[in-house]
């Protein structure tokens, strides 16, 4: 018993002593970064904006990847699937805490499976229409979705994702019936509002202000409590439509459970200072965001308050689970 036991002690010294040699020599060789949509999307723009700036202090590359698919659930099943080594991490959004609430079952667990590095930045969307559209306002289109229920299309960036349920809780507390559209990715769902084969898009401002300042494209509506400064003149859906209506995405970041805690701080405070630096923090703010960074347990804590949230609301809703 007693060799069993030191044989046990020695195993477990040679563990730590190997992650402790691992984290002083972290990072030696490139790391992937994640995201789990279309390339040119709001999501590939923030893990290039953020891979860009940590890997100058890193002193290592930050390979950007895109893995498309599910709301972004196939980055997620890819990455809990990796070796815990700090190398590979994945941006989580809004769709990471719906999820649980639109599907029977996943292939992970979207709290135990992974460890939190920090969140990024909140994030509202817009109410978008092509520039030759019938809708001159939202109000136009929740009078048509009232008076012919089924027929107004609003395309999104996916099921599951941050697009489609502010889509939902629009339609609800409109009491107005929508037929949602989804593409993969944010690209899919502009591309089709270009083609007119939708009515209307929910997307974030990365995704739609070309467009918009091109004259191919009019924002409707923002669902945030705010205007946003690029785009004074468009109105938030609770000063038209819906009063005190508010729908905010997040992007957060994450990487595979049980990476030695010397990694998770060092990746913690890598993202923090790129979050913070001046031409980080001004890149994400034209993207319509409010850039705030976090400890990891904060960002657990916001994970498991969402999920729960949108569980409740999805419940309330009626929405059936896949």
Partial sequence: ??????????????????????????????????????????????????GEEMSKSLGQPIVSEARPGAGGNLASEQVVRMTPDGYTMVLLTTAHVISPALYKSLNFDPVKDFQFLSTVTDLPFFFVANSESRFKSIKDVVDEARAKPGTVTVGTAGVGTGQHMCTELFASATGSKVVHVPFRGDSGAVTALLGKNVDVIVAPGTAILGNIQGGKFKALAISGTERWPPLPDVPTVAETVAPGFEMMAWVGVGTTARVPRPIVDRLNAELRKAIAAPNVDKRLRDLGGFPKSSTPEEMKTKVETHIRNWTDLANKAGIPKR
Avoid: C, E, H, K
């Avoid at 730590?16 to 970064?33: C, E, K, L, M, T």
């Fill in 1 to 50: 018993m007693l060799r069993q036991i030191m044989s046990l002690a020695l195993t477990a010294g040679l563990v730590v002593g190997g992650f402790s040699a691992a984290a002083q020599d972290y990072p030696n060789r490139p790391i992937r970064f994640v995201q789990g949509f279309a390339p040119g999307g709001n999501a590939d723009v923030i893990t290039r904006i953020l």
